[in-house]
């Protein structure tokens, strides 16, 4: 298996584009989780989603988030207008369940809003 | 508010000598703790796990101590390798079937002095 695999894997934009990142989770993994990871807060989770079902999207910063699972095997998160502050590396993980906890993860992400 | 917390950014040790990573928590309801590695430009990957109805869990030269009383855990690495200089974060989950979500602390920098 390929792993958790993640695009683009640097994204340069202007400040109020809209930026798509996206991930294709682990064959048969039924959670998907999407991070962001900054210096002051570390791993920080936005939303995650079960059986392609958002469970909790209680991190999601604001309204400009926005996270879509329409299959399993695809997931993108949205940012819509971008700002300088969303400059993070973002990272998406899936997890077998089956009372694995254990999260694998992608290469991630690096935004860069400018 | 932080659930997870890794109060050291940073720490150095010589080559061959112990590195003890710590980790303290504040939700009771958190029933099992993993570590993560991470290398720049990588997603973090898996390392070490224990349950809470465990104290110590080994893994070669890993071992992750749980003091629960303390909400408190540890990893040790013994003996450090220069290739065990990563980025090391700690995370805690409450396990349920509707996916496990893991909370992560902001990480601890090792660096092993050859």
């Known amino acids: ?32 989780f999407w991070y962001r990871q900054t210096m002051m807060r570390g791993l920080e989770l936005l939303i995650y989603f079960n059986n392609n079902v958002p469970i ?24 819509q207008p971008s700002e300088p502050r969303d400059s993070a590396v973002y990272f998406c993980a899936s997890n077998p369940g089956r ?16 | ?35 993560y590695k991470k290398y720049p430009a990588e997603g973090p990957t ?11 869990n080994e893994d070669g030269r890993f071992t992750v101590f749980l003091n629960k009383s303390a909400k408190h855990l540890s990893l040790h690495i013994v003996p450090s390798q220069p290739g065990d200089s990563a980025v090391y974060f700690c995370a805690a989950s409450v ?4 996916g496990d979500k893991l909370t992560f602390g902001t990480g601890t920098r090792l660096a092993v002095r050859p």
């Open chain 1, 1 to 32: 298996d390929a792993g958790v695999i993640q695009s683009p894997r640097h994204e340069v934009t202007e400040m109020g584009q809209e930026v798509t990142l996206r991930c294709k989770p682990i064959s048969g993994h039924n959670s998907l």
């Open chain 1, 56 to 79: 909790d999207d209680s991190g999601m910063p604001e309204d400009r988030f926005s996270a879509k699972m329409p299959n399993a095997s695809f997931s993108t998160l949205k940012i």
């Open chain 1, 99 to 114: 009372e694995i906890p254990e999260a694998f993860f992608g290469q991630g992400t690096r935004l860069t809003v400018v």
């Open chain 2, 1 to 35: 508010d932080q659930q997870v917390k890794q109060n050291s950014p940073s720490l150095s040790v010589q080559e061959g000598r112990i590195s003890i990573l710590n980790c303290d928590y504040t939700n009771s309801m958190f029933d099992y703790f993993l570590w």
């Open chain 2, 46 to 56: 898996f390392l070490i796990s224990i349950s809470s109805i465990k104290d110590k």
């Open chain 2, 95 to 98: 396990q349920k079937s509707s």
